[in-house]
């Protein structure tokens, strides 16, 4: 049984420990809260960024469950700690299934558990495809802003992949106050790549999207290039493809080969979470045996440490910090708390008796 409760009681470090209730937050609520508010999800992204970058935070990294019935398949630990105004630990769990697409439902589905910093029980379970789908979006959002600073304004945008991240990037670009010219769409998948034309021509974002007919054709006619792709390996490697100086966001990390990287300016979310798991800079990487390519992080040129040149193209690299979905899932819960329309589940912590 469900309950809906008001916000409950903060605790404070000086108060004796209680127990707090357990809620879970479904997928309606989330949208509710995220929905048309993505200029402040940004805000709350660099946020954990500035924090994770002062050492505010603990994020070991992501643990990977591999099926070998399933070779294509895989779930997904990240353990995140995240303090400043967030002061909130938890996990979130996410499972990344190819052929559920054939099935026509999400590749991914995803739960995010929060727990309270000062007793460490579970405080909340909340639905997180959304969750993490609006961090992914707001980060890109974020460096789509900041490496284009000192260079021309992109007005071509083209996505490489056009599933359900493209579509949550696209929203929070426009969010955020991007306005473009055109827009390209490339995808092996040609019925996606027709899905998501018509998507963007029934937003009315833009007067001309065009279907591209290789990655080459859109990357070279495009000042700001979203690959969002389930590529497991590079299939993109000629660095002549970026001679025009595009703004990169490689999100979905294992499109380019290492030597468009060592032809561009290279910023990550985090340098150790980054390089591993066969991911492009890793690649490139184990390729030139340095860690020289890689010119800083978001959160470097967020705080002024780093500043990207305009004269080559920029590749924004993110792996995905447990330490934003916290961020994302705390504003979630927090608003939902605020509202009093928190869905608490009566007696889900019951042994709290040490002796009966």
């Given at each position: 049984m469900t309950t809906t409760h008001p916000v409950p009681d903060v605790?404070?470090?000086e108060e004796t420990p209680t127990v707090p209730p357990f809620a879970v937050v479904p997928g309606a609520q989330v949208k509710r809260v995220l929905q048309g508010r993505e200029k402040a999800v940004v805000d709350v992204v660099e946020a954990a960024y500035r924090l994770h970058g002062a050492?505010?935070?603990?994020n070991p990294p992501s643990s990977f469950l591999r099926l070998p019935d399933r070779p294509t398949a895989r779930i997904i630990a990240l353990p995140a700690?995240?303090?400043g105004e967030y002061d909130v630990d938890g996990l979130k769990w996410i499972s990344s299934f190819p052929t559920n697409v054939a099935a026509g439902i999400p590749r991914a589905s995803a739960v995010l558990i929060l727990n309270?910093?000062?007793t460490g029980y579970p405080l909340a379970c909340l639905e997180s495809s959304i969750i993490s789908a609006a961090?992914?979006?707001a980060s890109a959002a974020s460096a789509a802003d900041r490496l284009s600073r000192g260079r021309p304004?992109?007005?071509r945008l083209g996505f490489v992949g056009a599933g359900l991240i493209a579509r949550y990037i696209h929203t929070y670009l426009e969010g955020t106050g991007w306005f473009f010219d055109a827009i390209g769409v490339h995808d092996v998948d040609t019925g996606s790549a027709a899905g998501f034309r018509m998507y963007l021509e029934q937003s009315g974002a833009v007067d001309r999207v065009t279907v591209h007919r290789s990655a080459e054709e859109l990357v070279?006619?495009?000042?700001?290039?979203?690959?969002a792709t389930v590529a497991d390996r590079p299939h993109v490697g000629d660095p002549s493809w970026f001679r025009h100086n595009p703004v990169v966001l490689h999100v979905s990390l294992r499109d380019l080969d290492p030597q468009v990287l060592l032809s561009a300016t290279n910023i990550v979310d985090d340098v150790d979470h980054c390089l591993r798991a066969a991911t492009s800079p890793h690649l490139t990487e184990q390729l030139t045996g340095s860690r020289n390519f890689v010119h800083g992080t978001l959160d470097d040129v967020l705080t002024d440490r780093v500043t990207v040149p305009a004269d080559r193209p920029v590749v924004f690299s993110p792996f995905g910090l447990g330490v934003l979905d916290l961020a994302v899932g705390k504003y979630v819960y927090d608003e939902v708390a605020r509202a009093g329309e928190l869905h608490v589940v009566d007696d889900f912590f019951h042994e709290l008796r040490r002796h009966g």
């Open positions: 605790i404070t470090h050492g505010h935070s603990v700690s995240l303090g309270d910093h000062t961090r992914t979006a304004r992109p007005t070279r006619n495009s000042d700001l290039i979203v690959f």
